[in-house]
Structures are given as structure tokens and as C-alpha cells.
């Protein structure tokens, strides 16, 4: 039986592209084709590692992207002579229509995010006279200077796959894996307790098998989803931590 994770903040392809086009610093309006599609593909093969479900979506805009790609590499005509004089009409940028669903989706995307924030700041408000809570104690919140979403993650597995890759011997034996997810998910907790709370992010994933790095990274994902752990990357360059979260006192 397969390990099913959904998450809030994965969405779908153009929530990749976007993604991509944030994080490379990319013109929306000037997409350089060759660049975000290669980054796109890398993305995707991580994905079908992990096996993730809906991924034929993902497949259908990366041949969109190839196709536009390959409109951009042939020649441009400007116009055609006819009866002596130019026709100067430049054929449209296949990038357009592509661009035209990005800006769209973005406006979608703000305004669900400004919807979310609305009911966040509605759900302050009670009605009900109110109580001491004091026995309860106190909520302590931590905040990163930057939380990583499911789509970095993927980059940082994807990088950590190819360094398996390269260092892996010519010769291997494949052994049938039986730990369960949520025991992976327990043995992360146990490492993170004797390393004080944090841990580097590739260190989790130093030992196993293909499967056994899928196993961890889904547990590491579901503790992501129950809040149990953050990952997070606090200046740019550093290498990704893995912390577990601040508990009630």
C-alpha cells in the first residue's frame, strides 16, 4: 500500500512555475525558456521518485514548455513581400499565451492568500464571555527568518539523490525495506532529541536504500504537516535545518 502526503502549499504545475520564476528571479514578461525549463524537468524527476500522485499534470505543462522552447529556437520572420512592398507582421511570442495563465493564476493565488489572512484575523474574534486560561499555560511561537516550502525540499532532495548517485558504487545489493513511515517518523524525532532539538537536513538522509530515502522524506514531510518539525534555512547559501518545533510549556 502506497504513502499518500498532500499538502496546502502544493498546488500544482503553474505553483512550480511560479515557484521557479520567484526563487530564479526571472521577468515574468521575458521568461528565458531554457533555463526554467531545465530547472522544471529537474523538479519533476525528484517527483517521480517520490512518487507522488497527480504527477501527469506536471508532465502535460513540461511539454508545453519543451514545445515553446523549441518555437523559440527557429527562425523569425518579420514579414513577406507582397507586390513590391513589406508585410511587417511579427508572428505573436509563443511565450504569451503561458505568460497570460501565470499572471492569471498569480491574481488567483494573491487573492486566496488575502482571503486565508482575512479569516486568520476574523478567527481572533469570540463572542463568548471569556474564561482563565492560565492553568493551561502559556503558547511560546518561534519564528524562522525563512520557512522553506514542499517545492524546496524537492530541489534539496533532488541534489541529495544525485550526490547518492555520484558516490554510489559500481556494484550494490537491493535489500527489501520494512520500516513503516511512522516509525521513520519516530526515529526522526529520537535523532533530532540527542542532537539537541536540530540536525543538518542530509544527515537524515546518510544511510539507505532508494526506498528507504523516500520513507524518510515522506515522514519528514508528514511532521512538516503535523508541526512537529520545521526546515529551515536561516541565511542564504547555509545548508538546510531540520528543528523540531517549540511545544507548549
Same mark, same amino acid.
Given at each position: 500500500?502506497?504513502?499518500?502526503?498532500? %499538502?496546502?502549499?502544493?498546488?500544482?504545475?503553474?505553483?512550480?512555475?511560479?515557484?521557479?520564476?520567484?526563487?530564479?528571479?526571472?521577468?515574468?514578461?521575458?521568461?528565458?525558456?531554457?533555463?526554467?525549463?531545465?530547472?522544471?524537468?529537474?523538479?519533476?524527476?525528484?517527483?517521480?521518485?517520490?512518487? *507522488?500522485?497527480?504527477?501527469?499534470?506536471?508532465?502535460? %505543462?513540461?511539454?508545453?514548455?519543451?514545445?515553446?522552447?523549441?518555437?523559440?529556437?527557429?527562425?523569425?520572420?518579420?514579414?513577406?513581400?507582397?507586390?513590391?512592398?513589406?508585410?511587417?507582421?511579427?508572428? +505573436?511570442?509563443?511565450?504569451?499565451? *503561458?505568460? =497570460?495563465?501565470?499572471?492569471?493564476?498569480?491574481?488567483? #493565488?494573491?487573492?486566496?492568500?488575502?482571503?486565508?489572512?482575512?479569516?486568520?484575523?476574523?478567527?481572533?474574534?469570540?463572542?463568548?464571555?471569556?474564561?482563565?486560561?492560565? =492553568?493551561?499555560?502559556?503558547?511560546?511561537?518561534?519564528?524562522?527568518?525563512?520557512?522553506?516550502? &514542499?517545492?524546496? *525540499?524537492?530541489?534539496?532532495?533532488?541534489?541529495?539523490?544525485?550526490?547518492?548517485?555520484?558516490?554510489? +558504487?559500481?556494484?550494490?545489493?537491493?535489500?527489501?525495506?520494512?520500516?513503516?513511515?511512522?516509525?521513520?517518523?519516530?526515529?526522526?524525532?529520537?535523532?533530532?532529541?540527542? #542532537?539537541?532539538?536540530?540536525?543538518?537536513?542530509?544527515?537524515?538522509?546518510?544511510?539507505?536504500? =532508494?526506498?528507504?530515502?523516500?520513507?524518510?522524506?515522506?515522514?519528514? %514531510?508528514?511532521?512538516?504537516?503535523?508541526?512537529? &518539525?520545521? &526546515?529551515?534555512?536561516?541565511?542564504?547559501?547555509?545548508?538546510?535545518?531540520?528543528?523540531?518545533?517549540?511545544?507548549?510549556?
Amino acid at each position: 500500500m502506497s504513502y499518500k502526503v498532500k %499538502l496546502e502549499v502544493f498546488e500544482g504545475p503553474l505553483d512550480l512555475l511560479l515557484h521557479l520564476i520567484n526563487r530564479l528571479e526571472i521577468d515574468i514578461y521575458d521568461i528565458p525558456m531554457a533555463e526554467l525549463t531545465a530547472q522544471y524537468i529537474e523538479h519533476l524527476h525528484a517527483m517521480r521518485v517520490l512518487q *507522488l500522485d497527480e504527477l501527469s499534470e506536471y508532465l502535460v %505543462l513540461a511539454a508545453t514548455l519543451i514545445e515553446i522552447k523549441s518555437k523559440m529556437l527557429l527562425p523569425v520572420h518579420e514579414g513577406e513581400e507582397l507586390d513590391g512592398d513589406l508585410d511587417y507582421e511579427m508572428e +505573436p511570442d509563443p511565450r504569451d499565451e *503561458l505568460v =497570460a495563465r501565470l499572471i492569471e493564476y498569480r491574481k488567483y #493565488k494573491e487573492a486566496a492568500i488575502s482571503l486565508k489572512e482575512s479569516a486568520e484575523e476574523r478567527s481572533e474574534y469570540f463572542t463568548k464571555s471569556p474564561e482563565d486560561l492560565s =492553568a493551561l499555560g502559556e503558547i511560546s511561537i518561534g519564528e524562522s527568518e525563512e520557512q522553506l516550502n &514542499v517545492f524546496d *525540499l524537492i530541489g534539496a532532495f533532488q541534489k541529495m539523490l544525485e550526490r547518492k548517485r555520484l558516490r554510489a +558504487p559500481r556494484t550494490a545489493s537491493i535489500a527489501r525495506s520494512e520500516q513503516s513511515v511512522s516509525e521513520k517518523m519516530d526515529e526522526i524525532m529520537k535523532t533530532l532529541e540527542t #542532537k539537541g532539538g536540530s540536525c543538518d537536513f542530509y544527515s537524515l538522509f546518510a544511510e539507505g536504500d =532508494a526506498s528507504g530515502l523516500v520513507i524518510t522524506f515522506l515522514s519528514l %514531510l508528514e511532521l512538516m504537516k503535523r508541526s512537529d &518539525v520545521v &526546515v529551515e534555512q536561516r541565511h542564504n547559501f547555509e545548508r538546510l535545518t531540520v528543528s523540531v518545533c517549540r511545544e507548549v510549556s
